[in-house]
């Protein structure tokens, strides 16, 4: 049972490449969450979708969009990096949609992306 | 937006000792999350807290959620070398009606190191 898997698992781009982070699930969680990881920063949510067919901001969306394709796989594409976007990326997906909030974030093991 | 705060940053403790890290909100929580992370890996979901004053125990970790429902404590006694890594607590991100749908916010976590 692979659960969240990310590619690629590291990517060094130029600034103004175009990039697409890829992410798959297959626990049938409705609800799939991209963050970014950021020394001392902890984890900001970038993009969410509660549910397939649905997509909405996080904390910190600009410079990115998000594409759910089915209930599986949820993208985050780059169109124009800046160094500002180097960062560890973490897809995660849980299983509910709606309150009450008590199930768990299963996390992929991340992309590690260097912009120069 | 809602922050939250940890503390210490960073602990260097030896084999065999107790850990006491804490997380606190300017803002009230429902529920409290803590993860931990390992070298390389996404965050693992150690325990959740849903109600005020709970008090629960997974192991040796041992979780509080405060009074107030501004903060939260984790606990780790007797450390081994395998409780290396970064432990970061959450919470939900509501939505102008109150529902999070899954959307999680996070201190920046706090490095432990033990030394064997």
């Not at chain 1, 049972?1 to 990310?6: H, K, S």
């Not at chain 2, 693992?44 to 004053?53: E, F, N, R, T």
Request: net charge neutral.
């Amino acid at each position: 049972n692979a659960g969240v898997t990310q590619t690629p698992k590291f990517q060094v781009l130029k600034t103004g490449q175009s990039m697409t982070l890829q992410c798959a699930q297959d626990m049938n969680h409705n609800s799939m969450y991209w963050y970014r990881q950021d020394p001392g920063m902890g984890l900001r949510l970038i993009y969410y979708s509660a549910s397939e067919g649905t997509t909405d901001k996080g904390e910190v969306p600009n410079g990115y969009n998000v594409s759910r394709l089915n209930k599986r796989e949820f993208s985050l594409r780059l169109e124009s990096a800046a160094p500002s976007q180097t960062s560890v990326y973490f897809c995660a997906s849980s299983v509910q949609d709606a309150e009450p909030f008590n199930q768990p974030q299963h996390f992929g093991d991340g992309t590690r992306l260097s912009i120069l | 937006g809602q922050q939250l705060n940890q503390s210490p940053q960073s602990m260097f403790i030896q084999e065999g000792e107790d850990v006491s890290m804490n997380c606190t909100s300017s803002s009230i929580f429902n529920t409290w999350l803590w993860y931990k992370q390992d070298p390389g890996e996404g965050p693992v979901l150690l325990i959740a807290l849903y109600k005020a004053g709970e008090l629960t125990s997974n192991g040796r970790l041992t979780a509080q959620f405060g009074i107030t429902r501004k903060d939260s404590f984790l606990n780790i006694s007797a450390s081994i070398p395998s409780d290396v890594g970064i432990y970061f607590c959450a919470g939900p991100i509501l939505n102008a009606g109150g529902t999070s749908y899954g959307k999680l916010t996070f201190g920046q976590g706090t490095i432990l190191t033990v030394h064997p």
